[in-house]
């Protein structure tokens, strides 16, 4: 608990860069027990995981299919919309 001395002082910019480093330094080891915890779930319950000597380019990432399926949409309905485009202009164009 901070003192009333603590808490009438502003902080320091090394207190709030030590205070920001330990944050990181705690948010790092729980995302390293939460990873070794799952890896061992999987591992009890029969559960495939990617182990990390494998490749990465044989990892199948579902993230990755569906940003490139994306990619492929929105490079379409470009391509749609500038023809489009382009067809109202002509149609202006000789109809004036």
Known sequence: MRSDDEQDSPKTRADYRREQERAEQEFQERD?????VEKEYARTHGGETPSDDEPTEQRVNPVDSKQQRLGRRLNWAIFWLVLLIIAVYLILFFLD
Request: aromatic share 0%.
């Open 32 to 36: 390293r027990k939460r990873v070794q």
